[in-house]
């Protein structure tokens, strides 16, 4: 290192740089973090969609049948039983 006046100057940017060198390990070790992390949220969004759905089925279930029995007394269906067997639900 080059001295100037009475002291020698000192490369302070290495000397509190990081001593420890990353690895391929490490570098697998973020990115395999990573992916579990993106997994874990899209399984989140997956069971979060879900619930919207059998919200969304039971809803409509039930808006059939409220409709089913409130046709009067002519109604070909005896119970609600019967009601539920004809509704079609495709998830």
Do not use: C
């Not at 100057?9 to 000397?15: C, E, L, T, V």
């Not at 899209?42 to 409130?70: C, P």
């Amino acid at each position: 290192m080059p001295k100037v006046g009475n002291y020698v100057q000192r490369d302070y940017h290495n000397k509190f740089r990081s001593q420890r060198k990353s690895t391929w390990s490490d570098y697998n070790k973020a990115w395999a973090k990573r992916r579990q992390a993106s997994t874990q949220k899209m399984q989140e969004l997956r069971n979060l969609a879900s619930n919207f759905t059998n919200i969304g089925v039971q809803a409509s279930q039930a808006n059939t049948v409220f409709l089913m029995q409130n046709q009067g007394q002519g109604t070909a269906y005896a119970s609600p039983t019967a009601v539920m067997s004809r509704i079609n639900v495709i998830v």
